[in-house]
């Protein structure tokens, strides 16, 4: 095997959306046994070139070079067939369907009357999210699991496939470490029997981790490729947003004020239970967390789109009790 053979080459690849050009002119290439890790910041394009690559997108300009073949653009077929995967950063899974039918999608194995083999199905699914680690009864409904079993599911759905050509995109945003470096020891397994992968981060620690090479898109272009040990951090921060990090976003010291916001003992939704905090005048609080850790309930639950169940919201010292969005946007 030849590990520098190009395996997927990208010609100035454009895509223009209305009123926004996505990409501008792309130009890249993956090679066999490579983990070519892309940047950018929101809205950079990576995702739009990861669907150009699966054949989702047409795009408006360019051309790709894969399987010895040149073409404008892809279908989702083609894309499959050249070996192409791609593992979304929005969840694609079917929520009604079990996990295997969901891993299995339009490739059910059948029996010789031309039923669905269901014990099969099962067993294979099984199998498939053994490789990366996991156990997920196949036979549950996806939309009853956790947004970091869905993610896995995702993944398996795709390496399920067997890709020459895998891509990520931000597969780990819902992930724990140990979830993430099962992932991890299965990229470097397809990476030893020569298969390319582009994987998307926004976690700069994982390219220590997991790059072999880095390409950091700014505005619809490829700023640089870089291989994995010149890419600190500074350095790929600085090309991401075109300048030092302190120069665009200087602190500020600001006198924090009276509470503006109290939050007590609040549970709502699926997942807050037992949430308090205090937000001041003048104060920016942070709120990070895996994704499906009740962020987005928080944000519902203060606008009030979500039922408080027990706790209690205040906002500027007076008791808040939204019914709807608009009793949060008059307070
Ligand atoms: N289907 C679409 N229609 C119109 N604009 C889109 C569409 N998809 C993406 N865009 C725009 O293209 C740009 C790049 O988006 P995206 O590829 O999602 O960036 P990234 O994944 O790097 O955050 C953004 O300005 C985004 O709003
Ligand atoms: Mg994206």
Known sequence: MDQHEILLKLENIEKRF???????????????????????????????????????????????????????????????????????????????????????????????????????????????LEALGVSIDPTAEVRTLEVAEQQLIEITRVLERGPRILLLDEPTSALSDNERSRLFDVIRRLKQRGHGII????????????????????????????????????????LMVGRRLEEQFPKETVELGAPVLAVENLASGRTLKDLSFTLRRGEILGIYGLMGAGQAEIANALFGLQAVKTGSIEVGGKRADFRHSSDAIAA
Do not use: C
């Open 18 to 128: 209305p009123g926004v050009v996505a990409l501008k002119s792309i130009s890249l290439e993956v090679r066999a046994g490579e983990v070519q890790v892309l940047l950018g910041e929101n809205g950079a394009g990576k995702s739009t070139l990861m669907k150009i690559l699966a054949g989702e997108h047409a795009p408006t300009g360019g051309e790709i070079v894969v399987g010895g073949r040149k073409v404008s653009a892809l279908t989702p077929t083609l894309a499959t067939e050249l070996g192409i995967g791609l593992v979304h950063q929005e969840l694609s899974l079917v929520p009604a369907l079990s996990v295997a039918e969901n891993i299995l999608l339009g490739r059910m194995p059948r029996n010789a009357f031309g039923r669905i083999n269901w014990g099969k199905a099962y067993e294979d699914a099984r199998r498939a």
């Open 199 to 238: 994987y998307i981060s926004h976690h700069l620690s994982e390219i220590p981790m997991i790059a072999d090479r880095v390409t950091v898109l700014r505005d619809g272009l490829v700023v640089e490729t870089l291989p994995a040990d010149e890419a600190d951090e500074a350095t790929v921060i600085r």
